[in-house]
């Protein structure tokens, strides 16, 4: 069994900041990706950023220039500092991790998801 447990959203006036965490468990042998997601209502989720197990990094162009992915390998641990935050990033905010849970197979976890709210 794997989990991921997010955590760090919350509601914040436009402009300001948020740190999303994403804290895997459990059967892990390695951890090839980690990725946030979004979900905004009435809308597809969709890929926000991406970090591999070798550090490449991965942002989607409305966010470039304003949230950071980071991680955490000895944790198994990803972070999005999310900066200059605008109302349309309110969403809910998924954490996704492609990993292998034995030594030959590898699929995609995904987290509960963090409300994050931006108030103009």
């Known amino acids: 069994q794997v989990q991921l447990v997010e955590s760090g959203g919350g509601l914040v006036q436009a402009g300001g900041s948020l740190r999303l965490s994403c804290a895997a468990s459990?059967?892990?042998?390695?951890?090839?990706?980690m990725r946030w997601y979004r979900q905004a209502p009435g809308k597809q989720r969709e890929l926000v950023a991406a970090i591999t197990s070798g550090g490449n990094t991965f942002y989607a162009q409305s966010v470039k220039g304003r949230f950071t992915i980071s991680g955490d390998n000895a944790k198994n641990t990803t972070y999005l500092q999310m900066n200059s935050l605008k109302p349309e990033d309110t969403a809910v905010y998924y954490c996704?991790?492609?990993?292998?849970?034995?030594?030959?197979?590898?699929?995609?976890?995904w987290g509960q998801g963090t409300q994050v709210t931006v108030s103009s």
């Open positions: 996704n991790a492609n990993l292998y849970y034995n030594r030959v197979a590898a699929r995609d976890y």
């Open positions: 459990g059967s892990i042998f390695s951890i090839n990706a």
